[in-house]
């Protein structure tokens, strides 16, 4: 049980930041062209890290992307967002649970899971039902998986910037810092128990690109146990079109209560 909510607590965070750019469009903008860079340059430049990075962090919702993250080998994923639009489409490799695979397609609202044996360890019905769906409106405001427009933080992304502790810059464009879960409104501590002080103090390394969009970031999960490791995450190809299907009906079940509560922990 254990180490099964351990790979569900890194899923959950991969999934927070591979998609921490899947809120609503944010109308503010921002100078375009040689001279808006100069500007935006210029400004963070007056920012605090802490500042910087979240200003970072906040540009992911404004255009739709390609999501790479790798964790030691240990967990892959790959996937494409369109934040306007709330479309995405990840697929997640789990050499952690034997090179399993794991699915996520999100259209609007309707979330959609293949979890492939983790789903028939969690009371998936089998029969053809590959995939499990789930109202994402119906996710607690907690849920690392709740990327609905609603409530204060839809893209996730103060929920990431609040568990940062420390910050300092490392060159133009760089930061290094430590991040403290404990601190994320979306921190539940029954998801992560046994884990303890190992949340409170995670490394991370982050860069933003020359338009000062948040491109890279990397957390030291090693400290989490056996399974865990470094998770990079790139964003990457901004603009890119983004298409996703709902799978077919006959190949759908409603999520399980088993694995609906950990989504919500």
């Known amino acids: 049980m254990r180490n099964r909510r351990l790979v569900m607590a890194v899923v959950a965070v991969g999934v927070a930041l591979g998609l921490t750019g899947c809120g609503p469009e944010d109308t503010a903008k921002t100078p375009t062209g040689a001279a ?11 920012l605090d ?15 739709s992307m390609k999501i790479d993250m790798d964790m030691s080998g240990q967990m892959s994923m790959s996937g494409v967002a369109d934040t306007k639009a709330r479309l ?4 997640m490799s789990m050499g952690a649970l034997g090179g ?9 609202d309707d979330l959609y899971l293949k979890a492939g044996s983790l789903g028939a360890m969690l009371g998936g019905k089998g029969g053809g039902k590959t995939w499990m769906h789930i109202d994402a409106a119906k996710l607690s405001e907690g849920s690392s998986f709740n990327l609905s427009p609603n409530g204060d933080d839809p893209a996730g992304t103060q929920a990431m910037i609040s568990a940062l502790t ?3 810059r490392v060159g133009d464009t760089g930061f290094q810092g430590t991040l403290d879960l404990s601190k994320s409104p979306r921190f539940k501590k029954g998801a992560m128990a046994g884990l303890g ?3 409170t103090k995670i490394p991370f390394t982050a860069k933003k690109d ?4 948040l491109v890279e970031m990397t957390l030291d999960m090693s400290g989490l146990g056996a399974g865990a490791g470094k998770m990079k995450t790139t964003y990457h190809d901004f603009g890119t079109p ?3 299907e709902a799978p077919p009906a006959s190949e759908v079940q409603e999520m399980p209560s088993q694995l609906s509560g950990i989504l919500n922990a």
């Open 36 to 46: 808006g860079a100069t500007a935006a340059a210029q400004a963070a430049s007056q």
């Open 49 to 63: 890290p802490k500042a910087d990075l979240a200003a970072a962090a906040k540009k992911l919702a404004d255009q």
């Open 88 to 91: 995405a489409k990840v697929s």
């Open 100 to 108: 399993d695979k794991i699915e996520m397609r999100m259209i609007k």
């Open 166 to 168: 420390e910050v300092e």
């Open 197 to 199: 002080d190992k949340l």
């Open 210 to 213: 020359g338009e000062g969009r």
């Open 242 to 244: 983004v298409s996703v």
